[in-house]
T-cell receptor, first 114, second 113 residues
Framework: GQQLNQSPQSMFIQEGEDVSMNCTSS?????WLWYKQDPGEGPVLLIA?????ELTSNGRLTAQFGITRKDSFLNISASIPSDVGIYFC??????????????FGKGTKLSVKP | DTEVTQTPKHLVMGMTNKKSLKCEQH?????MYWYKQKAKKPPELMFV???????INESVPSRFSPECPNSSLLNLHLHALQPEDSALYLC????????????FGEGSRLTVL
């Protein structure tokens, strides 16, 4: 089946630093999405990308849909303690126009030192 | 605050028990999902309901039985579970199932003794 390779697996950074994580796939997707999950909570959608080459920002977050449709990256600028959590990339495809399928990466655990 | 509400938040059950997890959304979404998440792993899709019909069953064992009584409610009936079924069970909804923009609930933490 389709798999997403997400890296890095974990990051330990100092508050104020910028963060970058990425996801690659052997298959193309219609949509790339980035979710964040805090402990004891469900994932929350951060950014959705719909077109190859698209670059989208949401506050301090910036994400891009790779031109080949097989990759995406997420940048977080000037990290703060509440950025701590697990970030999941996800690829979405629509086989034959029917019910879509969402594939998650394995996650990047972010720790921020104040 | 999440707009997808799951109950109970925590559940402990024996292997012979029958219990149910419940999920409710009032966003008018027509697709609802059950995911299973083990510690330090991504969510794994179990079931998808689209317009109240089961559209995806990811080869889930029959001891898990989903039910969608109406467009706002989704249940997961549990019977004769195994300890390895202990996990966080996440419910999610999306507008019509054609995008990956899912709204997740906070999850039900299940422990099977």
């Amino acid at each position: 089946g389709q798999q997403l390779n997400q890296s890095p697996q974990s990051m330990f950074i100092q508050e104020g630093e910028d963060v970058s994580m990425n996801c690659t796939s052997s298959s193309i997707f219609n949509t790339w999405l980035w979710y964040k999950q805090d402990p004891g909570e469900g994932p929350v959608l951060l950014i959705a990308l719909y077109k190859a080459g698209e670059l989208t920002s949401n506050g301090r977050l910036t994400a891009q849909f790779g031109i080949t449709r097989k990759d995406s990256f997420l940048n977080i600028s000037a990290s703060i303690p509440s950025d701590v959590g697990i970030y999941f990339c996800a690829g979405h495809f629509l086989p034959g126009g029917s019910q879509g399928n969402l594939i998650f990466g394995k996650g990047t655990k972010l720790s921020v030192k104040p | 605050d999440t707009e997808v509400t799951q109950t109970p938040k925590h559940l402990v059950m024996g292997m012979t028990n029958k219990k149910s997890l419940k999920c409710e959304q009032h966003m008018g979404h027509r697709a609802m999902y059950w995911y299973k998440q083990k510690a330090k792993k991504p969510p794994e899709l179990m079931f998808v309901y689209s317009y109240e019909k089961l559209s995806i069953n990811e080869s889930v064992p029959s001891r898990f039985s989903p039910e969608c009584p109406n467009s706002s409610l989704l249940n997961l009936h549990l019977h004769a579970l195994q300890p390895e079924d202990s996990a966080l069970y996440l419910c999610a909804s999306s507008q019509d199932g054609t995008s990956g923009e899912l709204f997740f609930g906070e999850g039900s933490r299940l422990t099977v003794l």
